[in-house]
């Protein structure tokens, strides 16, 4: 066909889509990079030792396609059974298979409204109708009714702790949704290092629940992709059908196994995190902000005036990047990772000039 006779042969929803947006990796040097949370901290010493230690050669053969010893100690540490576990290139990756699994044209999904936007992406890839659960109030709390505005779909994804916002949800409501919904509940747990609790233990007692990791943010290896889910083994094994046959490469697997034997590692950082998290809220409640109560590492900070892109663009100026959100409810917050002591420290010290002098 002629380049002038252009035709798009797309099915049609793809030619729809927009496509997902990431946040910046801006390049720009001696810039404060608080727009995607990743860890201000290197991963594991011994995640740095191990990759030394692994034999490049062995990039010639294909990995282990089931990342077999991964998932065993996963299973362990969590006292699951082994087939109750499943390692993906990220946990986007395990959200793509779980949107593949369980939604269609036939097969509605539903979320949170605000939360993660790749998910309404992956719907939009399967033809399926999305249901927005509209959260409640300043601090984005779960409607009581969300049990009757997710009736009818065939997934149900919380988001918990939820992001933009950063809020969690309560354990009893989590176990009542995963009781009475007729359908699967992914329970997104991207953040639950950095919260107070989190719902593996729920993937024991309910036969419809999916639990799903990542290894980007609390193990400070986003560069590296990798993420797994838990749930029961019916649902697990389903997955394992519609996975990229090798979707965890060999050195993503050595980085993996190091990092999760590492646990005191993991805990000391995300101790740190949450230090900075209390007295960066603090610091903006002092100034005025109204802040989302977090248990991930990250805020949802609006400033005083309400101009969510006003302050985006400000910190912008100084060479700090945070992420900002159009919207009438979003628009008035922007997103700030939490970063190094001294990185806060920056931004406080801009956000003073902007907003007191
Ligand atoms: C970061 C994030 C993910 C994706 O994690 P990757 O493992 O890097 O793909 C999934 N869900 C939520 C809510 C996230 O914030």
Same mark, same amino acid.
């Given at each position: 066909?002629?380049?002038?006779?252009?035709?798009?042969?797309? =099915?049609?929803?793809?030619?729809?889509?927009?496509?997902?947006? %990431?946040?910046?990796?801006?390049?720009?040097?001696? !810039?404060?990079?608080?727009?995607?949370?990743?860890? %201000?901290?290197? %991963?594991?010493? /011994?995640?740095?030792?191990?990759?030394?230690?692994?034999?490049?050669?062995?990039? =010639?053969?294909?990995?282990?396609? !089931?990342?077999?010893?991964?998932?065993?100690? &996963?299973?362990?540490?969590?006292?699951?059974?082994?087939?109750?576990? &499943?390692?993906?290139?990220?946990?986007?990756?395990?959200?793509?298979?779980?949107?593949?699994?369980?939604?269609?044209?036939?097969?509605?999904?539903?979320?949170?409204?605000?939360?993660?936007?790749?998910?309404?992406?992956?719907?939009?890839?399967?033809?399926?109708?999305? =249901?927005? &659960?509209?959260?409640?109030?300043?601090?984005?709390?779960?409607?009581?009714?969300?049990?009757?505005?997710? +009736?009818?779909?065939?997934?149900?994804?919380?988001?918990?702790?939820?992001?933009?916002?950063?809020?969690?949800?309560?354990?009893?409501?989590?176990?009542?949704?995963?009781? /009475?919904?007729?359908?699967?509940?992914?329970?997104?747990?991207?953040?639950?290092?950095? +919260?107070?609790?989190?719902?593996?233990?729920?993937?024991?007692?309910?036969?419809? #629940?999916? #639990?799903?990791?990542?290894?980007?943010?609390?193990?400070?290896?986003?560069?590296?992709?990798?993420?797994?889910?838990?749930?029961? +083994? =019916?649902?697990?094994?389903?997955?394992?059908?519609?996975?990229?046959?090798?979707? #965890?490469?060999?050195?993503?697997?050595?980085?993996? /196994?190091?990092?999760?034997?590492?646990?005191?590692?993991?805990?000391?950082?995300?101790?740190?995190?949450?230090?900075?998290?209390?007295?960066?809220?603090?610091? !903006?409640?002092?100034?005025?902000?109204?802040?989302?109560?977090?248990?991930?590492?990250?805020?949802?900070?609006?400033?005083?005036?309400?101009?969510?892109?006003?302050?985006?663009?400000?910190?912008?100026?100084?060479?700090?990047?945070?992420?900002?959100?159009?919207?009438?409810?979003?628009?008035?917050?922007?997103?700030?990772?939490?970063?190094?002591?001294?990185?806060?420290?920056?931004?406080?010290? #801009?956000?003073?000039?902007?907003?007191?002098?």
């Amino acid at each position: 066909m002629s380049q002038l006779s252009y035709k798009s042969y797309f =099915r049609p929803e793809i030619d729809a889509m927009q496509g997902y947006v %990431p946040g910046e990796q801006p390049k720009m040097q001696r !810039l404060i990079k608080l727009n995607t949370n990743e860890n %201000p901290y290197p %991963p594991s010493e /011994k995640v740095l030792q191990a990759l030394k230690d692994l034999d490049m050669k062995r990039l =010639r053969l294909y990995p282990d396609p !089931l990342a077999d010893d991964l998932c065993s100690m &996963i299973a362990e540490r969590w006292g699951l059974s082994r087939n109750m576990v &499943i390692a993906a290139n990220g946990s986007d990756d395990l959200l793509t298979m779980v949107f593949r699994a369980f939604t269609s044209e036939k097969l509605a999904v539903s979320f949170l409204e605000p939360t993660y936007s790749l998910y309404k992406i992956l719907a939009q890839m399967q033809h399926a109708e999305v =249901r927005k &659960i509209a959260l409640e109030g300043d601090n984005f709390a779960m409607p009581s009714n969300i049990l009757e505005q997710a +009736a009818g779909s065939n997934l149900l994804i919380i988001t918990r702790p939820n992001a933009p916002t950063g809020n969690s949800f309560a354990k009893s409501m989590m176990r009542e949704i995963c009781e /009475k919904f007729d359908g699967v509940v992914l329970i997104d747990e991207a953040y639950a290092d950095f +919260a107070e609790d989190n719902c593996i233990d729920l993937v024991k007692e309910y036969s419809n #629940v999916i #639990v799903s990791r990542t290894f980007s943010k609390s193990y400070s290896l986003a560069g590296m992709r990798l993420g797994y889910a838990v749930g029961d +083994a =019916r649902l697990i094994d389903g997955l394992y059908k519609l996975k990229d046959s090798y979707n #965890v490469d060999l050195v993503a697997q050595t980085a993996a /196994k190091a990092a999760f034997a590492d646990q005191e590692n993991l805990e000391m950082n995300c101790v740190k995190i949450k230090e900075t998290r209390a007295k960066l809220y603090e610091a !903006l409640t002092a100034m005025k902000f109204a802040i989302v109560p977090s248990e991930t590492n990250f805020l949802f900070a609006a400033p005083p005036d309400g101009d969510g892109e006003g302050y985006f663009n400000a910190l912008r100026e100084e060479a700090i990047i945070v992420r900002y959100f159009p919207g009438e409810r979003t628009g008035k917050y922007v997103r700030i990772t939490i970063g190094l002591p001294e990185e806060m420290e920056k931004l406080l010290k #801009v956000t003073k000039k902007r907003y007191f002098s």
